[in-house]
């Protein structure tokens, strides 16, 4: 039968159409261990995801979207939190697993997009994500921040780290269709992240990421932007 849009999944399902298949694309991407990536070289957290935590967020349960190898959730991990993380690609996973069996600590890793993933709703005292949402196609991005609002409990935390325009082109959502790609991300400038989460969360923090030197036992890029959001009551 020829394909419809009879409902909202519909019309979500044809914009995927213009897009590269995100699964293909991240598996290919993580054929490759040995590639120039930052996030790949370096196994320590973020430098933001440190520095919230020294500065006394204590989150008992977590959940990383977009884990990748697993750098942010073993630090975690580590600092006693109950950790699930999740990922669209099996080598992706795979790898964040042989990391983790390496620094001896015990997360629940899932294989599967966060589209997908079940969860107890309202159960995270902390989202962190670091590198999906600007991957991510503005079709999907009122969905993601459902899925986001729904697992946090009612005080809990989020935080992003995503390309500024030094990351990426600031390609607009129009044109993202218009020219059928999402090429390497989206770059992001303050203004056009703030109108997005501002009116249900409350941002606590937001600035570039420190730029780090390597090597180091943390992540830092300034063409990305760092911010820690509060879901409001
Ligand atoms: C730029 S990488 C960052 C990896 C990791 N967060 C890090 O910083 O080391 C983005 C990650 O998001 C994952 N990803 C992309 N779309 C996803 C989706 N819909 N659901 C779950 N993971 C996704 C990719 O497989 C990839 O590992």
């Given at each position: 039968m020829e394909k419809a849009i009879l409902n909202y999944d519909d019309l979500l399902e044809m914009l995927d159409d213009f897009?590269?298949?995100?699964?293909?694309f991240w598996e290919h991407f993580y054929e490759d261990r040995a590639k120039e990536i930052?996030?790949?070289?370096?196994?320590?957290?973020?430098?933001?995801?440190?520095?919230?935590?020294?500065?006394?967020?204590a989150p008992r349960k977590v959940l990383e979207l977009g884990c990748g190898p697993g750098r942010n959730?073993?630090?975690?991990?580590?600092?006693?939190?109950?950790?699930?993380?999740?990922?669209?690609a099996e080598n992706a996973i795979a790898w964040a697993k042989e990391r983790a069996i390496e620094e001896g600590v015990n997360i629940n890793f899932h294989c599967t997009s966060l589209f997908d993933y079940e969860f107890e709703p309202h159960s995270y005292d902390f989202i962190y994500e670091?590198?999906?949402f600007h991957h991510l196609a503005p079709h999907r991005r009122l969905t993601y921040m459902e899925i986001i609002k729904r697992a946090l409990k009612p005080d809990g935390h989020f935080a992003l780290v995503c390309f500024n325009t030094d990351g990426a082109l600031a390609t607009s959502d129009w044109d993202i269709y218009k020219e059928k790609s999402l090429k390497r991300g989206i770059g992001y400038t303050e203004e056009r992240l703030r109108k997005i989460f501002e009116a249900d969360f409350t941002i606590k923090e937001f600035r570039k990421m420190k730029k780090i030197l390597q090597p180091n036992d943390v992540l830092g890029e300034d063409f990305l932007w760092t911010s820690l959001l509060q879901i409001k009551k």
């Open positions: 897009l590269r298949e995100p699964k293909e930052p996030f790949f070289k370096v196994t320590g957290p973020d430098e933001n995801l440190v520095d919230y935590f020294n500065d006394g967020l959730a073993i630090y975690m991990a580590k600092k006693g939190c109950k950790v699930d993380a999740l990922d669209i670091c590198g999906l």
